[in-house]
């Protein structure tokens, strides 16, 4: 099989890489276009400089030919387990372990942490220590607000695409990555492993008071987290198609076409307006919303017409806000409750109120710093899909994201002279449809297994499962419910969903978890108390339970089962 376009070389010195926390953001192959226009300099820059800005490590402790931090390998994106477990071992008050659980969740083939030379590091340990204790006290993520109104101007300073040639799309769209990914994905890296400062504080206490549980119930009910706003909307606009019989019949007859039929008849009226006021806010979000190829809300409004059609069905019961609000009052009592047991411990005492703010303030900021960077990314996108548009119209492509099949310095080929590399396009899409294809390793240690060895997606064996039987996960949002489970593999085509089911997923993104609001439960494939798909569920209240291994094969459509999250396990009660 012919090798994938783009990738990385492994590490000596960090040679443990994995899938989990990155599949959820980067779930397909990586396209050449973005591999080659960021991920070598910006990516693999920015989270350098985080990691340095931590004090976890210095600059010149990574190669300066070779990516270390992530990698593509065999056209999937990976993250370097080794590094993240060697901050943990360096960081006061973490460990290996503790990263792998935060991070990663539980899944097979993962080897335990063995240390290694330079892995321990005083200076390092006393460096982070002093980033934590401004942790601790922080009041505000400032930064994280600053980038907020750049990109916010950035989207209000767009130009008139449409006006613009294809060469000047293209030197606005490549400007946007050059002048402001590194530090945007910078700050959210540096955010992201912050947040899970407070978090290993919470979590060593609440086990100290034989509470481990209580530790994701006071990360739950934030507040202003970006990642889950969308979802709060969406249940707004799918309240008023359901308390309108015209609105209602006018999705009875199916999302395709719909904005045409409502435009057309004169339902649509009043959830129009508000539908385009929903895009102009959250259009950046969508399916493997990294990739700029990739379409979004605002690209493909259809994808989140099919989120609002699933929500328009469910009882008011199941309200995002409300799910919120019994999070934030859980938080609360549990918080006071755990507070009172340590009365007579006022340093322990301290330092658990201080991780209980500290880690609400950081959840928060995590999913504000990676929202800054979908934003930025989507202006460069909405650039290059008129680009791609332009293409497909006059017969040079076949899908507007087709440009991201190409390398940075093919582009002005490409715009020179599009019929030379019609082949190269139609070749590669042919590649990426092999690669996207085959399953590829969770988890790796030294040089990854050769592509032509992986098998294909959901063809390898899986251990049978019968009533009684409880698979075991990761605890990701609490609560208990039993209902029917249904398995959906694209977010794309929510229909089999139906309201206060269970979710079956493979991996989720945020842009999946507008479906969470409909669904009883969600049981994810893989994921971990930190992955974005976590947080948000935490956030809009839904039981959930990451990291149960092939579930989506395992678990059959329509099967009964009982999804605690407080236990992170899945019993099944009944068999379609």
Request: aromatic share 8%; proline share 7%.
């Amino acid at each position: 099989m012919q090798p994938w376009i783009v990738g990385s070389e492994p590490s000596e010195r960090f040679p443990l890489w994995t899938r989990a926390n990155v599949g959820e953001v980067f779930p397909d192959p990586v396209s050449p276009l973005t591999f080659s226009l960021a991920m070598p300099t910006s990516a693999e820059g920015g989270w350098r400089d985080a990691l340095v800005r931590i004090g976890a490590f210095t600059h010149d402790e990574f190669s300066p030919d070779n990516m270390e931090t992530l990698g593509v390998f065999g056209g999937y994106c990976y993250l370097n387990a080794a590094v993240t477990r060697i901050l943990g071992e360096r960081a006061p008050g973490l460990s290996a372990q503790a990263m792998d659980d935060l991070f990663f969740g539980a899944q097979p083939g993962i080897p335990p942490y063995e240390p290694a030379p330079g892995d321990q590091n005083e200076e390092r340990t006393a460096a982070i220590g002093a980033t934590f204790q401004w942790a601790f006290g922080v009041e505000e993520i400032d930064y994280a607000a600053a980038s907020e109104q750049r990109v916010a101007e950035l989207k209000a300073a767009r130009p008139n695409l449409d006006a613009m040639s294809n060469e000047e799309l293209w030197a606005y769209g490549k400007d946007l990555y050059d002048n402001h990914f590194r530090q945007l994905f910078s700050e959210h890296i540096f955010t992201t492993f912050m947040s899970s400062v407070p978090v290993g504080a919470l979590t060593q206490i609440c086990e100290a008071v034989g509470r481990p549980a209580d530790a994701m119930k006071i990360i739950g009910g934030v507040g202003d987290v970006e990642s889950a706003a969308p979802s709060m909307a969406m249940w707004r606009l799918g309240r008023t198609v359901a308390a309108d019989p015209a609105l209602s019949a006018a999705f009875d007859a199916g999302v395709p076409g719909l904005l045409e039929r409502l435009s057309g008849n004169g339902a649509g009226g009043g959830f129009l307006d508000e539908f385009d006021a929903f895009i102009d806010q959250f259009g950046s979000r969508g399916p493997n919303e990294w990739e700029s190829r990739n379409h979004t809300w605002e690209t493909r409004p259809e994808l989140a017409l099919a989120a609002i059609d699933r929500m328009r069905l469910a009882d008011d019961s199941q309200s995002p806000e409300l799910g919120q609000q019994r999070m934030a009052e859980e938080r609360e009592r549990v918080v006071a409750e755990i507070s009172a047991m340590l009365e007579g411990d006022p340093e322990t005492q301290g330092t658990f109120l201080a991780a209980a703010r500290a880690a609400t303030i950081f959840q928060a900021g995590r999913e504000r710093t990676k929202t800054n960077n979908i934003k930025g990314i989507h202006e460069a996108r909405v650039a290059f899909h008129t680009i791609g548009r332009r293409m497909v119209a006059d017969g040079f492509c076949q899908e507007d994201g087709d440009y991201g099949l190409l390398l940075v310095d093919e582009f002005d080929q490409w715009l020179r002279d599009p019929a030379s590399l019609v082949d190269t396009i139609n070749e590669r899409r042919a590649l990426y449809d092999t690669y996207n294809g085959i399953q590829e390793p969770f988890v790796f240690h030294g040089e990854q297994p050769d592509p032509e060895s992986w098998p294909r997606k959901g063809e390898s064996e899986v251990a049978a499962i019968g009533v009684g039987d409880v698979l075991q996960g990761f605890p990701g949002c609490p609560g208990e419910v039993t209902a029917v489970a249904r398995v959906v593999l694209d977010p794309i085509d929510p229909t089999a969903l139906g309201p206060g089911e269970i979710l079956v997923a493979p991996i989720t993104d945020p842009s999946w978890t507008p479906l969470f609001v409909a669904a009883g439960g969600v049981i994810v494939d893989v994921g971990a108390a930190q992955s974005h798909a976590m947080i948000v569920s935490r956030e809009l209240g839904i039981a959930c339970v990451p990291s149960v291994t092939e579930a989506t094969r395992r678990i059959p459509d329509g099967a009964t089962v009982t999804v605690n999250g407080d236990a992170g396990t899945v019993t099944i009660v009944a068999l379609p």
